[in-house]
């Protein structure tokens, strides 16, 4: 009944949409950051907001009855690293702060739903292991760039813990990848098996 739902042209536009506009957003928050980065690593910078644009991708492939796994797979791992490491972030900022502003519970509910619907969408994948393989070169790759040359997203109050946030992010990646073999490319090998 939820696969129904969720497949719904009326579903996916709407979520096609608000998509969209949080990428938009999300490219939009990283301006100061983005506009003092070298060009080489500027495609690496926005985490986020890239990985809502992968979806995006996705959702309309969706909407127009197709699959493009090398971007599902990239949408996958990267929603859920990021939706799951802004969560984090903002919880240790209100740990190391003692408070949190508006903005960041909106950061806060909008990253755990990135990770949410990459989830809830697993279902309609055709993720392979060739197609999982380069989503995890690209997203250890920008944890090389993130923490290796100093690229990472800006948190103020955090920066004191770079290093632990580094190695959280990694092991993050890691998780990411594992999920996505977990939730597809495993059960696509189980299903061939049958």
């Excluded at 920008?142 to 109050?157: A, L």
């Excluded at 996505?180 to 696509?188: E, G, L, Q, T």
């Amino acid at each position: 009944m939820y696969k129904m739902i969720l497949m719904d042209k009326r579903v996916l536009l709407l979520l096609f949409v608000i998509n969209v506009l949080g990428t938009i957003y999300g490219y939009y928050w990283y301006r100061s950051q983005l506009s003092v980065t070298p060009a080489k690593f500027l495609i690496f910078v926005p985490d986020s907001p890239t990985a809502s644009l992968f979806f995006v991708f996705v959702l309309l492939a969706f909407i127009l009855n197709k699959n493009i796994p090398y971007i599902e797979a990239l949408a996958f791992v990267t929603l859920v690293k990021y939706g799951v490491w802004a969560v984090v972030m903002n919880l240790l900022t209100y740990k190391v702060t003692g408070t949190l502003d508006p903005i960041a519970f909106m950061l806060i509910v909008s990253h755990g739903a990135m990770a949410v619907q990459a989830i809830l969408y697993s279902p309609f994948y055709r993720i392979k292991w060739w197609h999982l393989t380069i989503a995890a070169i690209w997203t250890l790759h920008n944890d090389v760039i993130d923490y290796v040359f100093e690229m990472m997203p800006v948190y103020g109050r955090l920066t004191q813990y770079m290093n632990q946030i580094g190695y959280f992010t990694f092991w993050l990646s890691i998780f990411s990848i594992l999920l996505v073999y977990y939730m597809n490319v495993r059960k696509s090998k189980e299903i061939q098996a049958f």
